[in-house]
């Protein structure tokens, strides 16, 4: 076994961003999706600081990272707060129920 | 030029009081009748008359005081401008002058006695208050028609008098025959009043082109010349305006044609019938030929016409008056007649001998139809005279009052008749429009006159009574009310023609200021006096009235001669004639009644078929082509829009699927396109 290189983080990143995908498209429940969408931003997150730390150097990748966590914050804070929304309206927080969009 | 008129306010009142008399009773009659009872409606009605009668009087002895010179124009009351439009200057003005002071004396003097005798004839009636409004209405419009200084204020005057003489004779309205007389006599008047007022319009257009248009009497006199020249329908203007005037004539006052509806108008009380049908509004046509006497005499063809149509008239009503038996229609046909000898007198330019007739024949007429009344009264509403006779002691103030008025208008010297016709037949023989043939009739008339006037004075008050005997035993003669207006009127028929005494005549004197220039060069009698032929006609005309009157004696009276050797002569064909008035009216209902309906039904026939038909056929039309419109609009033009519609909804309906809600599925949909992106990228990458 040879030192990290680049690729066993890029695949590390590919199975987290598959996981978190699949996490989303398969859970009918809505705080499984938000913690789908949480491993995909992650994913992301590694492919950041993957490439910087093997790339031309700098700190572009951690900021954007660090950019994106924050981001991440927000995003669950207002899913969180849809989610109880959706709550409140349907008294559940199953997607699949909450089809009222449906043409 | 003529002097201004003299400013007289008070004149205006002299028809101004009838009218606030009229008002009076006409709005407050029926409450006045109700809480005092008759008395104060005959007290407002009479004493408005006498009120005009009294200021009349002032007024013509103030004309009196004048200068024969300053007669005229006379007294004016110019109350407000009427109308001024353009070059038409009318006034609300009463004019007194000789003429018409002649005629209000007449109006309300005569009219005033028929007043105060209709106050006892009518005692009895419950629309008694109704009847003297109606009276007083038709003496202020009589009076206006008199008054008026203007041709305009004088028809608003002349169709007063046709409305007032509607609602009397038809005063009796609950009873058929008395509506549909009205409703005649002023039809026909109408047709009448037609010709009046184009004969007004012709005037006032043909005065035009001179500048100074005008309808007023005293400036017509002076600009009447202007129409000298003209021609209207190939007539002179003259001839066409004063034919259209003499057609007025001839409706008002029952001259041949539109004579019909005067003995018709007896339907009325019999106060009315001596008022309006006798004294008064029956010379409404007489008196305005000698109103525009000036511009008569600018055409002698239509004087000539009138001349004809009066002896016509004279000739025809007094043979129809021989062979009626109802009291009143006697005297109707008699008035006919005695119109005709007026309008006679006119058409010869015998314009003063005209009034002059009108004058006598008022106090005459109006006493024979007052006793006819007063018959009428005491016998219970009877008006057959031959169920009458014998009633010259039962009736004794009524049968002499009605002798001596007989004796006037069958011209027995030295009665009011003898005076006013003698003039007339002596006109008639002697001016420049007069004829022989003219005379003849006219005589031959007199003749007449004396017959059935006779006749009727024989029936009614000697021999046997042939009345049943419940109305022989109720024979009474009538109040003083209605008995003391009958010896003034009598006393009237006797004295009134001294005034027009030949060669001597005070009435022709006093008229000459209106009609002397005219009536000079038209009579001619002034200038060559020829005494003995004079008198020898007048000797003629008394002998023929003398033979009428003796006929009847011997019929009516000695029975010497059989009425029937005269009725069935020829077979009974004049005497059938005569009796059935020459079958005019069926005549008249024949052409005019009936073909008029005739003429109603072709035009509602061809309103209803062929304008009708026009009108629904371009409606089918319509129609048809609105139909196909509709059709096009429905399936073609709707066609399209619902197919839009119908597309957009179809493909709506499938696509609708696609949004299922559920956010799996969007997400599979995105992770598909996202991998079938890739997949189509590298697909392409590996190509190139």
């Avoid at chain 1, 949480?38 to 031309?56: H, K, T, W």
């Avoid at chain 2, 055409?299 to 043979?319: D, H, Q, R, S, Y």
């Avoid at chain 2, 799996?664 to 079938?676: K, T």
Wanted: net charge neutral; with cysteine; charged share 10%.
């Amino acid at each position: 076994m040879s030192e990290l290189s680049l690729a066993h983080f890029v695949v590390l990143a590919a199975i987290l961003f598959s996981l978190g995908l699949f996490c989303v498209v398969t859970r009918r429940n809505a705080i499984g999706i938000l913690m789908g969408i949480e491993l995909i931003l992650n994913s992301a997150n590694i492919n950041y600081v993957a490439f910087a730390r093997y790339g031309r150097g700098g700190y572009d990748g951690q900021l954007f990272a660090i950019f994106v966590i924050m981001l991440a914050a927000a995003e669950a804070a207002i899913g969180l707060a849809i989610v109880l929304g959706i709550y409140q309206r349907f008294e559940t927080i199953d997607v699949e129920a909450t089809d009222r969009l449906r043409g | 030029m003529t002097d201004a008129p003299i400013s007289a306010g008070y004149v205006a009142l002299i028809p101004l009081a009838p009218l606030v008399g009229a008002a009076v009773l006409g709005l407050g009659g029926a409450a006045l009748q109700r809480r005092l009872g008759k008395g104060p409606i005959g007290l407002i009605a009479c004493g408005t008359i006498a009120l005009s009668f009294v200021l009349s009087l002032v007024a013509f002895v103030q004309l009196l005081g004048l200068e024969p010179e300053h007669r005229v124009p006379g007294l004016l009351a110019d109350l407000f401008p009427w109308i001024h439009v353009g070059g038409l200057h009318v006034d609300i003005a009463f004019g007194v002058d000789p003429l018409s002071a002649v005629m209000i004396l007449v109006v309300t003097g005569i009219g005033g006695l028929i007043h105060v005798y209709a106050t006892g004839y009518m005692h009895d009636d419950p629309g008694y208050w109704r009847f003297f409004a109606y009276l007083n209405l038709f003496t202020f419009a009589m009076l206006t028609l008199v008054l008026g200084d203007n041709l305009l204020l004088m028809f608003v005057g002349w169709e007063g008098v046709g409305f007032c003489s509607w609602g009397l004779i038809g005063f009796w309205h609950k009873e058929l025959p008395n509506t549909t007389a009205g409703n005649k006599a002023f039809i026909v008047n109408r047709v009448g009043d037609f010709g009046f007022v184009l004969g007004i319009f012709l005037l006032f257009w043909s005065l035009a082109p001179s500048g100074e248009p005008t309808l007023v009497f005293r400036e017509l006199v002076e600009r009447v010349n202007a129409l000298r020249g003209q021609f209207v329908w190939g007539l002179p203007v003259a001839t066409a305006v004063t034919l259209l005037l003499f057609v007025g004539a001839t409706g008002k006052s029952a001259q041949i044609p539109l004579y019909v509806w005067l003995p018709d108008a007896m339907a009325g009380p019999t106060p009315v019938s001596a008022l309006i049908h006798a004294a008064t509004m029956v010379t409404a046509g007489v008196y305005m030929i000698a109103r525009l006497n000036f511009l008569f005499s600018m055409a002698p063809e239509t004087l000539a016409l009138v001349a004809v149509i009066g002896a016509a008239t004279a000739l025809l009503a007094a043979t129809i008056a021989l062979a009626q038996n109802d009291i009143k229609r006697v005297l109707a046909y008699s008035t006919v007649s005695q119109l005709g000898y007026m309008f006679l007198a006119m058409g010869v330019g015998a314009y003063a001998a005209g009034i002059f007739h009108l004058m006598t024949h008022a106090f005459f007429k109006a006493c024979l139809f007052l006793g006819a009344g007063s018959v009428i009264h005491a016998m219970g509403g009877e008006q057959d005279m031959r169920k009458m006779g014998g009633l010259w002691s039962h009736l004794p103030a009524t049968s002499r009052t009605f002798l001596v008025a007989t004796l006037a208008i069958a011209g027995c010297p030295p009665l009011a008749g003898f005076f006013s016709k003698d003039e007339i037949l002596w006109q008639a023989w002697s001016s420049t429009f007069g004829s022989g043939l003219l005379w003849v009739v006219a005589v031959l008339v007199a003749g007449m006159t004396a017959f059935y006037m006779f006749r009727q004075v024989f029936m009614v008050f000697f021999g046997e009574c042939r009345a049943d005997h419940e109305t022989q035993h109720h024979l009474h003669e009538s109040p003083p009310v209605m008995t003391v207006p009958l010896w003034l009127l009598a006393g009237g028929a006797i004295l009134a023609g001294w005034l027009g005494f030949p060669h001597h005549s005070a009435f022709e004197h006093w008229l000459e200021p209106v009609m002397g220039h005219y009536a000079a060069a038209t009579a001619s009698h002034a200038e060559t006096p020829n005494l003995g032929l004079e008198l020898a006609l007048m000797a003629i005309s008394v002998a023929v009235a003398f033979a009428g009157f003796g006929v009847a004696y011997l019929m009516y009276f000695r029975h010497r001669l059989r009425p029937e050797t005269f009725s069935e002569a020829l077979g009974g064909v004049p005497y059938r004639a005569v009796l059935n008035k020459y079958y005019v009216d069926e005549l008249y209902d024949l052409v005019f009644v009936r073909g008029g309906l005739l003429l109603c039904r072709l035009i509602a026939w061809f309103d209803l078929h062929v304008i009708d038909g026009i009108v629904n056929l371009s409606a089918a039309i319509v129609r048809g082509w609105a139909w196909l419109f509709g059709l096009i609009d429905l399936y073609i033009v709707d066609g399209a829009v619902n197919a839009v519609a119908n597309g957009t909804y179809f493909i709506g309906r499938r696509v609708r699927n696609v949004q299922t809600g559920a956010i799996s599925a969007y997400l599979y949909v995105v992770l598909i396109g996202v991998l079938g992106g890739v997949l189509l990228y590298w697909s392409w990458a590996s190509a190139s």
